[in-house]
């Protein structure tokens, strides 16, 4: 029974203490084998994974990320192996989460607001003329069904053909159908062998797909009269093509009328009028998206309008939510006050729904003939709270003080009870009144570790989707003014709507463009409002 | 420091071990292996991934090739395929509804499919649904549209025109039977365009002019004809009555129905067998006419799409055509789904269930849905509209006017 001398570490454990005292201190930087072992173990899964996307990258030639993988592989292993370098060894996990997670969404978005990506500019140029050419290859009008068997000789594969009437012919890419008289019929009549060539069956016919399906046998000398391709590889059907690229030139030529649409820069095939071919391709537009955004009509009208009820919504969901949940944090914080845990939970329900949900029962609650509010509370009245716009504005207020304010009520009861009730005693010793208390030392005292939080809840309701999303979708709009914005549109509706939605079509580098700009309007709001909150700091 | 060696010496020996290891991996798939090693990815919805795990075993069995089924949402299949192709790491097939192929094209994500003779055995309304710019781009697999449920207890014989519809549903009304002349799910900000089509079809005001070969000429907006400003007026007149109401969302209209409290429900298949289970004794009728033309109703087509960028295009085209095409799976697909096969003989088939051959009566004469990319503009300024006429918000045939002035506008764009 050896009992530990106070100060001492107790050995509870001595195997491992006496295993761990070597490291510590007769050998530094000499580990211990098992920790050797754990690490060896862990440090082979991150390269054995490693090097498997290395060589994944490596078959699909992507240099720039297979020499950053690279380069991140070895840091990792010279990192963990060499001794020392200890805060690199605590550091490296989160800087490399750090830099996937959120140093490369933030750098790859502020790129796609320089580039023109979106519906119709979706990929490489390579992957718009494979596009536009195949979609313009149609099949020849009531041109039979070949049956077709594929052979294969030295490597390069030919189609043997039957035609409905049992004429069997033989060709490639570049060589036109010549009459095989020759081959082996099968019992329904179909050519299936020729002397000097190996048949495919299905599975190797599989195997070599990408080659086959991309073959083309012209039926003639004359390449207007079309080429064999076949979709399945047991039939092939004769197809014209209305669109052929001119590499030499970079256009795409019209084979009926020789138009030609040329690459002029705007990421796609146009032709002399400016009517341009789909699809078309991702390039870099410098600062168009941002000029855009400015400029077109269709978002500069209603701008204004919307930055400004942009800010009202969240400076009035702020100053409501923060005054309702201060209100309630003082009254439930009243030693006094029974039962104060229970209406406690209560309160923070709303704050446990997710706020998508919560505006979709909102949306059933205030509907105008249907919704509880009308029905219930106002007795049948048809009080239109979401069809009428400044009723709508008041209604995604309210549902949005209802949602917000158990948050506001949570920190303020937090910050309540962090201050020191000393205070308020010798204030009372004072004489002074609970309102001047509250005012002159409480709240100021709230302030200064609330105000950091009513600054992010004000960013947070500046970029507000879900509630608007889902209870008025930015409506009610007013289609005689043609303008596209709705009464209740914040500037990240309205920009879901422009690039998403109701607009042309989809637009990631204009969405990218005015995150960017959101964020620069919040990024100066906020640090406007954290000024300030040093301020109050230094009051102190 | 022979302790630090050590490990080191290990970990270069294992390091060497497992790219050995790699190496000897990637040869025993080299080309000699006879078997195809690839494998067809597929993206498909709950509902029809259960019956394509049968044909998907039945395929790797005859053919080889091994299909994995991707189970997603269906709502992110379009947006998740449109961005994963250019990638290269896209599948090689997925399932879609028939009005995304306009963005799908106009992204160069969807390769065309040549159904060869085949075309012939699916409804014609579904090769032209899956068509696009005279190009044919995805096997069909079934055919749905909107039609009239009628409460036969409330409103024994079915209405002739939409006139006598409301005539009837009002009588209903007044008599203390019921408590609308007629439902249909509505938004209040969007009303429902696809809904009321059929009525404003009536009135001969189609979206864009439909080409001899039943496809749409996106360029020709047809929407700003004299008969869609008759429909407006119309639309505002039956606003003021009560017969439609912008504030009935569709769990409300359906929810009424089943209660019992309206003889006539402007609805899919999809809301049936609600209705069905909840006692309701219903019928399905044609639309009834409100401007004097067959009121035709949007046909919506959901089919199976093939990747421009599949690596196994032949083998994807084989699947698809030969074994997703067949009866039996189309079939087996109508079952899980409920939706009428686009397969004419699986289409037939079916026909033994009276509602399938009852909605399929009344598509008859449906056109598909625009599958052009400019709808998503279109929808927006239509719904948006439609709810102003409504309830009132101004001159009905104004209204009217400044939408297809702005929808054609965005076209233009």
Not at chain 1, 192 to 210: A, C, P, R, V
Not at chain 1, 256 to 280: I, K, M, Q, W, Y
Not at chain 1, 391 to 417: D, R
């Amino acid at each position: 029974m050896t009992t530990s001398t106070p100060g001492t570490t107790p050995p509870l454990a001595p195997r491992p203490a006496a295993t761990a005292k070597p490291r510590g201190v007769h050998h530094p930087g000499t580990p211990s084998v098992r920790s050797m072992l754990i690490k060896i173990s862990l440090l082979a899964i991150v390269d054995s994974l490693a090097v498997f996307a290395l060589f994944t990258l490596l078959l699909k030639e992507s240099w720039v990320v297979f020499g950053i993988a690279l380069a991140v592989t070895l840091a990792i292993n010279y990192i963990y192996l060499k001794p020392g370098l200890l805060p690199a060894k605590y550091l490296a996990p989160g800087i490399f989460f750090l830099a996937i997670f959120q140093i490369f969404v933030v750098v790859y978005s502020g790129y796609i607001a320089f580039t023109n990506y979106g519906d119709g500019h979706n990929g490489s140029k390579e992957d718009a003329i494979e596009s536009i050419i195949a979609n313009a290859r149609t099949r020849v009008p009531d041109s039979p069904t070949y049956r077709l068997t594929v052979l294969e000789q030295f490597g390069t594969f030919s189609f043997l053909v039957t035609t409905p009437e049992g004429e069997v012919f033989v060709g490639g890419e570049d060589r036109p159908l010549d009459e095989a008289p020759s081959a082996r019929l099968d019992s329904t009549g179909k050519a299936i062998e020729l002397d000097g060539y190996t048949t495919l069956d299905f599975g190797s016919l599989i195997q070599n797909q990408s080659v086959i399906a991309d073959l083309s046998v012209p039926l003639t000398d004359d390449p207007n009269d079309g080429a064999l391709r076949t979709p399945d590889g047991s039939s092939a059907y004769l197809y014209t093509s209305a669109l052929e690229y001119d590499a030499e030139a970079d256009a795409i030529v019209d084979t009926a009328t020789g138009e030609r649409f040329l690459d002029r820069g705007d990421g796609a095939f146009a032709n002399e009028a400016g009517r341009e071919l789909s699809p078309g391709w991702k390039i870099d537009v410098g600062f168009d998206n941002f000029a855009r955004a400015f400029t077109e009509e269709s978002i500069r009208g209603p701008l204004l309008g919307v930055i400004a009820w942009t800010f009202a919504f969240a400076l009035l969901s702020v100053g409501m939510t923060f005054a309702l949940g201060l209100f309630l944090a003082i009254v439930f914080n009243e030693a006094r006050m029974r039962g104060r845990k229970f209406y406690r939970i209560v309160l923070i329900l709303p704050y446990a729904f997710p706020s998508f949900l919560s505006g979709l029962v909102w949306l059933g609650l205030l509907n105008q003939d249907f919704g509880f509010v009308n029905q219930v509370v106002f007795g049948g009245a048809a009080i239109p709270w979401l069809t009428d716009p400044w009723l709508a504005k008041a209604s995604v207020l309210i549902v949005n003080l209802w949602l917000g304010f158990p948050y506001m009520f949570l920190i303020c009861t937090g910050a309540l009870q962090s201050i020191p009730d000393e205070l308020t005693e010798a204030a009372r010793v004072d004489g002074a009144r609970p309102w001047a208390i509250f005012r002159l030392i409480k709240f100021p005292l709230l302030l200064v570790s609330v105000a950091p939080l009513l600054i992010s809840s004000f960013a947070f309701n500046f970029n507000n989707f879900n509630v608007i999303y889902m209870l008025t979708g930015g409506g009610p709009r007013n289609v005689s003014a043609g303008v596209d914005a709705g009464a209740t549109d914040l500037l990240i509706t309205l920009v879901y709507k422009v690039a998403f939605g109701s607009g042309t079509g989809r637009d990631y580098g204009l969405a990218s463009a005015f995150a960017i700009l959101i964020f620069i309007i919040v990024a100066v709001v906020s640090i406007i409002g954290f000024r300030r909150t040093r301020a109050l700091e230094d009051l102190n | 420091m022979r302790v630090q060696s050590t490990p080191r010496a290990l970990l270069s020996s294992v390091a060497v071990a497992a790219v050995g290891a790699l190496a000897l991996a990637g040869c025993s798939t080299g080309p000699e292996t006879p078997q195809y090693s690839g494998t067809l990815t597929v993206w498909v919805d709950a509902d029809r991934a259960a019956v394509l795990e049968d044909v998907a075993a039945q395929f790797q069995e005859e053919r080889g090739v091994e299909v994995t089924l991707v189970q997603k949402d269906f709502g992110d299949i379009r947006d998740d395929f449109t961005t994963q192709v250019p990638t290269g790491e896209g599948p090689d097939i997925i399932v879609g509804a028939h009005d995304w192929l306009g963005k799908l094209v106009q992204n160069g994500v969807v390769a065309p499919l040549e159904l060869g003779d085949k075309a012939s055995e699916f409804q014609q309304v579904a090769i032209n649904a899956m068509s696009y710019e005279g190009q044919n781009y995805g096997l069909p697999y079934s055919v749905e549209n909107i039609a009239l449920l009628r409460n036969t207890d409330l409103a024994p014989t079915a209405p002739t025109t939409f006139d006598e519809l409301i005539a009837m549903g009002q009588a209903s009304v007044d008599a203390g039977d019921s408590e609308y002349p007629f439902l249909v799910g509505l938004d209040p900000n969007a009303a429902d365009p696809y809904h009321l089509y059929p009525l404003q079809a009536s009135f001969g005001a189609t979206v864009f002019e439909i080409t001899p070969d039943g496809t749409y000429d996106p360029t020709k907006l047809a929407l700003g004809v004299a008969g869609g400003e008759a429909f407006a007026q119309k639309l505002a007149e039956w606003g003021a009555m009560g017969v439609l109401n912008t504030n009935i969302s569709g769990d409300i209209a359906k929810e009424e129905f089943n209660a019992g409290k309206s003889p006539f429900y402007l609805t899919g298949p999809w809301n049936v067998p609600a209705a069905a289970e909840a006692g309701i004794n219903y019928s399905i009728d044609a639309i009834p006419s409100a401007g004097g033309e067959t009121a035709t109703p949007f046909v919506g087509v959901q089919g199976f799409y093939i990747s421009s960028k599949s690596e196994n295009a032949l083998a994807a085209n084989e699947f698809l055509v030969n074994y997703v095409g067949t009866e039996a799976v189309q079939t087996a697909l109508y079952e899980v789904g409920g939706r009428a096969p686009a397969l004419i003989s699986a289409f037939e088939a079916a026909q033994g269930d009276a509602d399938v051959a009852a909605f399929g009566a009344v598509g008859a004469n449906g056109v598909p849905m625009p599958n052009v990319p400019a709808m998503d503009s279109v929808w927006a300024d239509w719904g948006a509209t439609e709810v102003a006429i409504i309830n009132g918000q101004g001159d009905p045939v104004e209204l009217w006017q400044a939408m297809v002035a702005s929808i054609q506008s965005k076209i233009e764009g």
